[in-house]
């Protein structure tokens, strides 16, 4: 199953999605959510990959709205009405035995030690303290082995999908399908993700103001008076540039009915064409514990409406944390652990129609680049910081080819 669901923010533990594709597709509906309490937020997932692992924890406030539209394509929380648990002391147990303690790297964020490796078969506990002493535990999750994906290729879709954040709507894409032996005599759960890497010119836009950057890595806008406060200029990348875009579908799969079977042309990814530059997609195979497939089966189950009366509204799902002197209190978001099986496939768009050259900044800005020009209000313009984030990077991602 597939289900469209974006994780713009780093807080996917309230991300419910709205739509379901079974092999089809089943059209998008609105909602809203009023809840009268605050909710713990708890998402991380442990991985068998060597990449920077992290557990994310935030809390609503109050009479929070958690709303979706056909423009998200999901239920979210808005952005004043959660803040990051800081000060937080978070651990993973390993086989009952081996505790990983956590730092904070950004506020609500804490990351495993750069070493941790996840191993097939080994169980995995998180306990997290927070700075008022509130004791939380998850359930131990068993990370499952993966079967690896024994094929992998991709078909030009000109039909697309709708895709609002860009300035055009609906966007032309390449689909991915992948081939995989599902194991004999033992229950499978899997979920597919993508991650895309596209090449980015522009790394910094000034409202009102021009750019600056000092002998060091500081950089930002000044105000200046010359301009309108409505001015728009931007500015080169000083180095090489990458957007990272993250897969917007939720897609999960059980081997209940298939076990032990080949699986072919199993769609896996929806890639949009932002531009006609060739570009770095990995394709993640994931596997799932029991009990983590069951949790997503049911935001999948949520987000379907059948346009009738006897719908049930939408609520916060139960997650598998606890608080340890409040069983009763809900706590949302998942802790999971899985193997995982990725495959970087580089998209040279080929056989693609419609992408323009550097085309990126104008389909997610709906406007070309105005730069600054040269000799007009200083002797010399900048080039821009690439500054690495979630969204962006600077690191020549593997794969890529120059």
């Known amino acids: 199953m597939q ?3 974006r994780f713009n923010l780093k807080l996917s533990g309230i991300l419910l999605p709205i739509a379901v594709f079974i092999w089809g597709c089943v059209d998008l509906y609105k909602v809203d959510i009023q809840t009268a309490k605050s909710y713990l937020i708890v998402e991380g997932s442990i991985t068998d990959l060597p990449e920077r692992q992290f557990i994310s924890l935030f809390r609503t406030k109050a009479n929070t709205i958690f709303k979706s539209s056909d423009f998200t394509s999901t239920i979210v929380a808005q952005k004043n009405s959660y803040d990051p648990v800081k000060a937080a002391k978070v651990k993973i147990v390993e086989n009952g035995t081996i505790s990983y303690s956590l730092t904070e790297e950004t506020p609500g964020f804490y990351v ?5 490796l996840g191993k097939a078969g080994n169980t995995y506990q998180l306990f997290i303290e927070t700075p008022e002493g509130q004791k939380y535990r998850s359930a131990i999750e068993t990370m499952a082995k993966v079967p690896p994906i024994e094929r992998i290729y991709e078909k030009f879709n000109a039909k697309g999908i709708l895709d609002r954040s860009t300035s055009i709507g609906n966007i032309a894409t390449n689909d991915f399908y992948v081939d995989f032996s599902d194991p004999v005599n033992e229950r499978n759960f899997y979920r597919w993700s993508s991650i895309t890497y596209e090449s980015q010119k522009i790394s910094a836009t000034c409202r009102g103001g021009l750019y600056y950057k000092d002998a060091g890595s500081l950089a930002e806008c000044r105000t200046d008076n010359r301009l309108s406060v409505n001015n728009l200029f931007d500015y080169e990348a000083e180095t090489l540039c990458w957007d990272i875009f993250y897969g917007n579908t939720l897609n999960i799969f059980s081997d209940v009915y298939t076990n032990g079977k080949t699986q072919k042309d199993k769609l896996v990814a929806q890639i949009p064409l ?10 993640r195979q994931s596997s799932l514990s029991p009990n983590a497939y069951r949790y997503l089966k049911l935001v999948q189950d949520q987000s379907l409406n059948t346009g009738t009366l006897a719908d049930t509204p939408p609520a916060p799902i139960k997650g598998n944390v606890v608080n340890e002197d409040d069983k009763a209190e809900l706590v949302l978001g998942y802790f999971m652990a899985g193997m995982v099986n990725e495959n970087r496939y580089w998209l040279d768009r080929k056989n693609t129609s419609g992408g323009q050259p550097d085309g990126l900044f104008f389909i997610k800005n709906g406007r070309e680049p105005n730069l600054e020009p040269p000799f007009l209000y200083r002797l010399s313009v900048p080039k821009a910081i690439c500054v690495n984030s979630e969204n962006r990077t600077s690191n020549s991602p593997s794969g890529w080819r120059f």
């Open 274 to 283: 932002y531009q006609s530059n060739p570009c770095l997609v990995v394709i």
């Open 3 to 5: 289900v469209p669901m």
């Open 112 to 116: 495993m030690p750069f070493t941790f």
